[in-house]
C-alpha cells in the first residue's frame, strides 16, 4: 500500500454509513414526501383562496386562517426536504427537521392571538359567503384525514417532523372550524366564539411546538395520540410530562 492510499482508505473505512431501511420503511418515506407535496398545494390554494373569502367576508377570523396557511406550507416544504435523496436516511436530517417544524409551531401561534385581540376583528360583523363556508369546511373535514394518515406514517417513520406536520393540519382544522363558527354565529350577532377559540389554538400550537423541540433531544415522540415505540427512549426526565 503506497503512503498516498492509505489516507484515502482509511476515510473511507471510518466514514459513517447510512443506515439501513427495510423495503416498507423506504415506502412509507415516500408517502410521507406526497403527503407533504399535497398538503403544500393545498395549503397554497387554501392560503390564497382563503384571502379572497376574508375579504370578501369581512371576517378577521377567516383572513388569519388563510394566512397562517403559510406556515404550515412550510413545515410541508421541511418534510419535503427531510425525505428527499440521501437525507432520506439521514438521522441528522430527521432531527433538524423535527426542530424547524418545531420553530414553525412557535410562528402559528401570533397569528392565533393575533386573531384574538385585533381589535378590528371586535364590533364587525362577518358575513355568512358562500366562498368562506365552502373553504372552511372543507378544511375541516380534509386536514383531520391528512393529520391522521401523516400520525400513522410517523409512527411508522420514527419521524417527529412528519408528526408535527400531522398536528398543524389537526390546527388548521380547528381554526378553520372556529372562523366556520364565527362566520355563522356572527349572523346571530354572537361574536365572542372567535377570540376565544384563538387564544385555546394558539395554547396549543404553543405547547406541542415547545414539546417538539425537546422531544428532539431524547427521542421521544410528543405529538399527541402518538405512542412511543421501542426505539424512543427517555434517557431522563426531560421529556416526561
Known sequence: MSPQTAPAQLSIATTPSAPERPAPWLRAARQARLLAWASLFWMTLEGALGILAGVEANSISVLTWAASSAVEGMASAIVIWRFTGPRTLSED??????????????????????????????????????????????SVVLMPLLAWAKFSLGRRLDSGATSGEGMQ????????????????????????IDPLAAVLIAGIAAKEGRELWRGEECGCHTIAGLARTSSNRCQDNSCTK
Open 93 to 138: 436530517s430527521e432531527r433538524r427537521a423535527q426542530r424547524w417544524v418545531a420553530g414553525s409551531f412557535f410562528l402559528l401561534t401570533p397569528y392565533f392571538l393575533f386573531e384574538a385581540i385585533d381589535p378590528r376583528g371586535h364590533g364587525t360583523r362577518p358575513e355568512a359567503t358562500v366562498l368562506a363556508i365552502a373553504l372552511t369546511a372543507s
Open 169 to 192: 393540519n389537526l390546527l388548521c382544522a380547528a381554526q378553520a372550524l372556529a372562523a366556520l363558527i364565527a362566520v355563522v354565529a356572527a349572523g346571530a350577532g354572537i361574536t365572542v
